[in-house]
C-alpha cells in the first residue's frame, strides 16, 4: 500500500539531507510504527506518503514514493485526499471550521460525499471518539488533547485508506489514548485501513504495531523488523523494554501483561530491597493543608475577597479557586498549595482543568472567585515584566512564545529579556537538545524541538515558580531524561515547579506530590507515589509489573540491585 524506494529528502539550505535511502513497504491492512530519536526525521517521511513533501515543504526528494499506485512526485497532496488522511502534531494548523460537527464533516463535503452518508459518519466519529457532548463546542475553547481528538476523528470521517499520524496520542491522557488506539486497531483489523503512525510514547502504541521501523539516527537507513526484534537494538524504547533488557528476558516484553508473567523472580529479588527515591528531599516541605471535600454544586457560596499582600512560605497558593470560561465552569473551589523546592504534578482527563489552573497562576486568566498566589505576587495584578521574574509558563504551544527568526536570536532575546549573561539561554538548549544550528527558524524545528527552545527561554530567567504544560509532548526518551535531570536541579536549588502532564513517566520520576483533577475539582493530592500507583489509569510501567510494592522506575529497580 505505501512504498519507499530509496528515498532522501533534502529541505532548501540543509548541507545534508534530512532522512537518507529511506526503503520499505507498508502492506495493507497493518499498523506500522516509526520509530526513533528526536530530529531523525519521522516527519519528513509521514509528510511524503500524503505529498505535503516535497509540495507543501519545498526541498528536494529523490527517490520515489508510491500509495496506492500513485506516485507523489506527480501527484500532489490534494490528488490523494482520496486515499491519505494525515494529522500533523499541530492540531491547531489542521483546522479550517470553527466548531467539532463542522470540522468532522468537511473533509466528506471536499469530497462530495452525500448529505446522509455524512450524517452517519459524522455520528459514528462522535461515539467512536468520545466527544458527542462536544460537538456543538467552538474548537478555540477545546483543551489541547480534545482538539488532538477533534483532529483525528477529521481524517476518520472520510474512510481514507490510508491513515498517517504524527504523535496522535502526545496530548491525549492515557484512556483517551487508549480509546484512539482502540479505534485505529479496530480500522485495521475490521475495515483494512493501512495506518503509519510516529509516536514517542512508545509505551503506549507498541504493542499495537504489526511491524516498526525505525530512524536510528540522523541520515542513518532505517531498520525494519517486528517488535520486539527492533527494540532489542533500538536507542528509544519503553519502560517495560527497559525492565526486560535489565532482567535480561527473551523475547522482550512488550506489554505489561508480558512482564508481570515473568517478573516473579525479579519481584523475588527485589523483596527485602529498598525502593530508592529519586526526587529530591521532601524534609523540609511544609505539609500540604488535607484536602477539603468539594461542596455541594448547588450550594452558592459568596465570592471570598481578595488576599491582601503579605509574607507567604510557599511559591503559589491556591485558595477556593473558581475559574468561568466563556460558558465552561473551568476551575470550582480548588485548594493547592506548592512550597520552593517542590514539584507537583498535575494530571486529570483532557479538559479537567489543568491548563486553566496554570494560567491562573500566571496571571493569563483572571478568577471568578477565590485568590491566586505566586510568591508575594497576585498574578492577573502584576505587571508582565516583573511577573516573568516570579514565574514562568512554558505553554502547550510553543510557538506562542516564539517570534524571532532563528534559534540565535531566540536565545539572545530570552538573555536580554532576563537580563541574563549572554549566551546562558543558548547552553540551556545545547544541554537539552543538541546539534541545533544558531540559523535554523524556529518553525523548521520539530514540535519537540520548538517546545525544549519554548522551555530554555523560560528557564533563562530563573523564576521561583516554573509551570509547564505537557513538556514532554514531542520529545524522545534521552530529551526527556535531559529534562528530568535540569527539573530535578532546579527543584533542588529551590525552584518550585508545577507540570500539567499526561506522562505518567515523567511524573513517577520527578513528583513529589500528583494532584488528581476531575471536572475542575482536585480530587487527591497526595505522595507522588501513593497517588499514581492507586491509579489503574495513572500508574506507570514498572509499578504495573512489580505491583503491590511501589517501584515506580526502571532507575529504582536498577539501583537496589546494583
Known amino acids: 500500500m505505501i512504498r519507499f524506494e530509496n528515498v532522501s529528502v533534502t529541505y532548501d539550505g540543509a548541507a545534508e539531507p534530512t532522512v537518507r535511502s529511506v526503503d520499505f513497504n507498508v502492506p495493507e491492512g497493518e499498523l506500522v510504527l516509526l520509530a526513533g530519536p528526536s530530529g531523525v526525521g519521522k516527519s519528513t517521511v509521514l509528510g511524503a506518503v500524503g505529498g505535503l513533501v516535497p509540495h507543501f515543504t519545498g526541498g528536494t526528494l529523490s527517490g520515489r514514493v508510491t500509495v496506492a499506485g500513485r506516485d507523489t512526485r506527480t501527484h500532489k497532496p490534494r490528488e490523494l485526499a482520496d486515499v491519505v488522511g494525515t494529522v500533523g502534531q499541530d492540531p491547531l494548523s489542521h483546522f479550517v471550521t470553527d466548531t467539532v460537527e463542522d470540522e468532522l464533516a468537511y473533509g466528506m463535503e471536499s469530497l462530495g460525499l452525500a448529505p446522509d452518508v455524512m450524517r452517519r459518519r459524522v455520528e459514528e466519529t462522535l461515539d467512536l471518539l468520545g466527544l458527542t457532548d462536544l460537538r456543538s463546542r467552538p474548537i478555540a475553547t477545546l483543551s489541547g488533547g480534545q482538539q488532538q481528538r477533534v483532529a483525528i476523528?477529521?481524517?476518520?470521517?472520510?474512510?481514507?485508506?490510508?491513515?498517517?499520524?504524527?504523535?496522535?496520542?502526545?496530548?491525549?491522557?492515557?484512556?483517551?489514548?487508549?480509546?484512539?488506539?482502540?479505534?485505529?486497531?479496530?480500522?485495521?483489523?475490521?475495515?483494512?485501513?493501512t495506518v503509519l503512525l510516529a509516536e514517542h510514547r512508545l509505551e503506549r502504541v507498541i504493542q499495537y504495531a504489526d511491524q516498526v521501523v525505525l530512524l536510528p539516527s540522523p541520515g542513518a537507513?532505517?531498520?525494519?523488523?517486528?517488535?520486539?526484534?527492533?527494540?532489542?537494538?533500538?536507542?528509544?524504547?519503553?519502560?517495560?523494554?527497559?525492565?526486560?533488557?535489565?532482567?535480561?528476558?527473551?523475547?522482550?516484553?512488550?506489554?505489561?501483561?508480558?512482564a508481570r508473567r515473568r517478573a516473579a523472580p525479579l519481584r523475588e529479588r527485589l523483596a527485602d530491597r529498598e525502593i530508592p527515591d529519586h526526587t529530591p528531599s521532601t524534609a523540609t516541605l511544609p505539609t500540604p493543608p488535607p484536602l477539603r471535600p468539594a461542596p455541594r454544586r448547588w450550594r452558592r457560596r459568596a465570592k471570598p475577597p481578595e488576599s491582601p499582600a503579605a509574607p507567604s512560605p510557599y511559591a503559589a497558593e491556591v485558595r477556593s479557586l473558581a475559574v468561568r470560561r466563556d460558558r465552561v465552569q473551568a476551575l470550582r473551589h480548588v485548594d493547592l498549595t506548592v512550597s520552593p523546592g517542590e514539584t507537583v504534578a498535575l494530571m486529570g482527563r483532557n479538559g479537567a482543568g489543568k491548563s486553566t489552573l496554570l494560567?491562573?497562576?500566571?496571571?493569563?486568566?483572571?478568577?471568578?472567585a477565590g485568590s491566586v498566589r505566586a510568591g508575594d505576587a497576585v498574578p492577573h495584578r502584576t505587571a508582565p515584566r516583573d511577573l516573568v521574574r516570579r514565574v514562568g509558563l512554558v505553554p502547550q504551544e510553543p510557538r506562542d512564545l516564539l517570534y524571532a527568526d532563528t534559534v540565535a536570536a531566540e536565545c539572545a532575546a530570552a538573555d536580554r529579556d532576563a537580563q541574563a549573561p549572554a549566551g546562558t539561554c543558548r547552553a540551556l538548549l545545547t544541554e537539552l537538545l543538541p546539534g541545533i544550528a544558531d540559523d535554523t527558524h524556529p518553525r523548521d524545528l520539530s514540535e519537540g524541538q520548538r517546545l525544549t527552545l519554548a522551555l530554555s527561554v523560560v528557564l533563562t530567567a530563573r523564576p521561583p515558580l516554573l509551570l509547564l504544560d505537557e513538556p514532554t509532548r514531542g520529545l524522545d526518551y534521552a530529551a526527556k531524561a535531559r529534562l528530568a535531570?535540569?527539573?530535578?536541579?532546579?527543584?533542588?536549588?529551590?525552584?518550585?515547579?508545577?507540570?500539567?502532564?499526561?506522562?505518567?513517566?515523567?511524573?513517577?520520576?520527578?513528583?513529589?506530590?500528583?494532584?488528581?483533577?476531575?471536572?475542575?475539582?482536585?480530587?487527591?493530592?497526595?505522595?507522588?507515589?501513593?497517588?499514581?500507583?492507586?491509579?489503574?489509569?495513572?500508574?506507570?510501567?514498572?509499578?504495573?509489573?512489580?505491583?503491590?510494592?511501589?517501584?515506580?522506575?526502571?532507575?529504582?529497580?536498577?539501583?537496589?540491585l546494583s
Open 153 to 193: 476523528g477529521s481524517v476518520l470521517t472520510p474512510h481514507p485508506e490510508v491513515l498517517v499520524l504524527d504523535e496522535p496520542t502526545s496530548a491525549l491522557d492515557p484512556a483517551a489514548a487508549e480509546e484512539v488506539l482502540a479505534v485505529l486497531q479496530r480500522l485495521v483489523h475490521d475495515l483494512g485501513t
Open 359 to 368: 494560567s491562573a497562576l500566571v496571571g493569563l486568566v483572571e478568577p471568578s
Open 485 to 560: 535531570r535540569i527539573l530535578r536541579d532546579l527543584a533542588a536549588e529551590g525552584h518550585a515547579i508545577v507540570l500539567a502532564t499526561h506522562d505518567v513517566e515523567l511524573a513517577a520520576e520527578l513528583a513529589h506530590r500528583v494532584v488528581l483533577l476531575a471536572e475542575g475539582e482536585v480530587i487527591a493530592d497526595g505522595p507522588a507515589a501513593d497517588v499514581v500507583v492507586a491509579s489503574p489509569s495513572f500508574a506507570p510501567q514498572v509499578a504495573k509489573v512489580l505491583a503491590p510494592r511501589k517501584w515506580l522506575t526502571v532507575a529504582q529497580v536498577q539501583e537496589a
Open 221 to 258: 537507513p532505517p531498520v525494519l523488523g517486528l517488535p520486539a526484534d527492533v527494540m532489542a537494538v533500538s536507542p528509544v524504547y519503553p519502560p517495560v523494554v527497559g525492565l526486560g533488557r535489565l532482567a535480561d528476558w527473551s523475547p522482550l516484553p512488550l506489554t505489561v501483561r508480558d
